[in-house]
């Protein structure tokens, strides 16, 4: 069985450096900076890199996608695509769950490209209001200067995955939802799901909370494999 990680927006694999060592199975990382280029891609949506990544790693319904918030977003299409089984932290099934509301996709692209969502005000702005003497600040502002000096474009296309609309009612549920109640980035789903304490970081700050359920989660998946039982 692999285990495929896919990271958040602004973040990269690191954002699982303190979880994945506890999770059992044959470990891929992606790297979704990497992946989708430099280059613009005005018409990509996230069925579309789903698709692409499950053509370029023939994912399969007997592998697992392991997403973080925007990763989750992405694995939530790649099941869709090939049944796999998916865990979901900090993430979202229904877009009106995130915070920042996004009523015109192309004025926000638009703002971005120029500067203006992504410099040093927004981010005194954003620690401030909701990571001041927090353990997951580091993690924040490391994300957030991935975002301020990272390609424009590279950072459009990402957030193309998480604002344009996909042609089709992918209306999946994920097979495990992890999620703290104080997350600022993302409500808290409306369906049952695996509560943590901390925030939209919680996989960083609290890690231990995150990995269990996820390898109680695979070993009833594989209840046969000796190397799920090794938590």
């Known amino acids: 069985m692999r285990i495929f990680y896919i990271h958040g927006f602004g973040e990269n694999e690191g954002i699982f450096n303190k979880i994945s060592p506890f999770v059992p199975g044959e470990k891929a990382f992606l790297n979704v900076w990497e992946l989708l280029g430099d280059a613009p891609r005005p018409g990509i949506n996230v069925l579309d890199f789903a698709d692409e990544l499950v053509q370029k790693y023939i994912i399969t319904k007997n592998d697992v996608v392991i997403g973080h918030s925007m990763g989750g977003w ?23 769950r995130i915070v920042s509301s996004f009523k015109s996709p192309g004025l926000y692209l638009w703002l971005v490209r120029h500067g203006f969502i992504f410099n040093r005000f927004v981010k005194w702005v954003s620690i401030s209001k909701n990571y001041r003497d927090k353990p997951s600040i580091d993690i924040y502002r490391d994300a957030f200067d991935r975002l301020m000096q990272g390609n424009k474009e590279n950072v459009i296309n990402q957030l193309r995955l998480i604002l344009m609309p996909v042609p089709e009612n992918v209306a999946i549920t994920p097979d495990l939802r992890i999620h703290a109640l104080a997350d600022t980035i993302v409500r808290p789903p409306k369906e049952p799901f695996y509560e943590v304490p901390g925030d939209h970081f919680t996989l960083y700050t609290h ?12 070993v009833k998946l594989a209840p046969g494999e000796n190397s799920f039982k090794k938590g």
């Open 207 to 218: 890690p231990q909370m995150v990995y269990e359920p996820i390898v109680a989660f695979l």
């Open 74 to 96: 992405i694995a939530l299409h790649i099941k869709y695509l090939t049944g796999c089984r998916i865990v979901q932290i900090a993430s979202w099934t229904d877009p009106t």
